[in-house]
């Protein structure tokens, strides 16, 4: 029997909840108890899956992830619940009620999908994935929408659902793979599976090129907390070329208006951090306009403005000081503020946060945030705080 089939014995189940909290600190202690009473196989079993539980914690939440069952591949490449239910959602926005969910992996997209109501035909090549898929979809009581089948995605008809969903295998055995025809399968198939069905959305690296993106798809970045997690294409949903940017929690989408960029401008009281999707977009121009502001420099993602407009899409700081890059002079000023809590932050400069930080010493009850950047090409420290907006200013009304 194989590690998956030991565990959903009803002997494995028991020593899974046993283990469940296992201090890792603690295991080989733990394990020699249990061999006991335990076949050594299971003992290790359980302790290997209590272990990625613990792990698949901060993307799926502790009530499904003690659950689940996962692989060590499945839970890295598995799709964040959040991200994975606001796509659910749009889909079931779009009308969608069946998918063929293509490399379905341990399920993370299936799970958030069924949970939309929607019915899914889940499909993984590899054994071990698909039997974990279909262990989950159980584990979870979705297993009457659904359907597991280990195949090859290339081989598999999908005539018959109303939108394909693909999130190919991004990972190879040497690192992140970066070139889309690399994926398994390669985005050019999935994108030819895409066209051929009614809708789809495929997940893809954010980073992809723009000029990469077919013409037929929408491309939306999603980020969750601040953080940057995937790009999807879209098919089907009636606006191709379009572009968006997605923040989680929320949702918040900032569409694409096709603006030209940004005119750079003086470096005003406020300063614009936009969010990584937005960045990642190419939407600083339509993030700008919303406050009213400029681009520090030409080639630099910063925006500027003299008032403070509470925006969703970028993080606002006040500057109080704009010096040329000068360690020295930045020590001497932190020291006379006495700031303790120093936040490093950069966009086109090649120093490091905390070679800075270490250089700096900084000491004391005070705290500022740096912005290390270019100003109209010249190399600059602009110095401030997050900006209070009535929100975060506190104070009942
Ligand atoms: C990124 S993972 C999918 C993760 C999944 N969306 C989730 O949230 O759990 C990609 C999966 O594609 C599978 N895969 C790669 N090429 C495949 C192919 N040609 N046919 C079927 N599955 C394939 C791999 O086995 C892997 O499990």
Request: net charge neutral; glycine share 10%; hydrophobic share 45%.
């Amino acid at each position: 029997m194989n590690d998956l089939a030991l565990l959903l014995t009803s002997e494995g189940r028991a020593l899974l909840d046993e283990v469940r909290d296992t201090d890792p600190a603690q295991e080989l202690a733990v394990a020699t108890r249990l061999r006991r009473e335990h076949p050594a196989e299971l003992v290790s079993a359980a302790l290997g899956q209590a272990r990625l539980r613990q792990r698949a914690v901060a993307k799926f939440g502790a009530e499904d992830a003690r659950r689940m069952f996962f692989t060590p591949n499945g839970v890295e490449q598995s799709t964040r619940a959040s991200v994975a239910a606001y796509r659910a959602g749009r889909m079931r926005e779009l009308g969608v009620t069946s998918v063929a969910d293509l490399c379905c992996g341990i399920g993370g997209d299936a799970i958030a999908l069924a949970r939309a109501g929607i019915r899914v035909l889940a499909v993984d090549r590899d054994p071990r994935t698909a039997a974990t898929a279909r262990a989950n979809a159980e584990a979870l009581g979705l297993a009457g929408l659904i359907e597991v089948r280990e195949a090859d995605v290339t081989e598999v008809d999908t005539a018959g659902y109303d939108a394909v969903f693909v999130d190919p295998a991004r990972r190879g055995g040497r690192g992140r793979i970066f070139d889309p025809e690399a994926y398994s399968p390669p985005l050019s198939w999935a994108v030819a599976a895409a066209l051929g069905a009614p809708r789809a959305a495929l997940k893809i690296a954010p980073g992809i090129p723009h000029e990469a993106i077919p013409a037929e798809a929408e491309a939306e970045w999603i980020s969750d907390g601040g953080d940057v997690k995937e790009a999807v294409l879209w098919f089907g949903t009636g606006a191709p070329g379009a572009v968006r940017a997605t923040l989680l929690p929320g949702p918040r989408t900032l569409l694409g208006r096709g603006l030209p960029d940004p005119r750079v401008r003086p470096v005003g009281r406020y300063l614009y951090e936009p969010d990584g999707a937005v960045i990642r977009a190419h939407l600083v121009a339509e993030m700008a306009e919303e406050v009213g502001g400029g681009l520090v420099d030409e080639t630099i993602a910063y925006v500027t403005a003299d008032e403070l407009h509470p925006t969703p899409y970028a993080s606002a700081y006040e500057i109080t000081d704009r010096l040329p890059f000068n360690v020295k002079k930045l020590k001497a000023l932190l020291r006379e503020r006495e700031v303790g809590t120093l936040t490093v932050k950069k966009r086109g400069s090649a120093v490091e946060p905390e070679e800075l930080r270490r250089k700096v010493k900084p000491q004391g009850p005070g705290s500022a945030t740096v912005f290390l950047t270019r100003v109209a090409g010249a190399p600059t420290m602009l110095i401030g705080a997050p900006a209070q907006t009535p929100a975060t200013a506190g104070g009942a009304s």
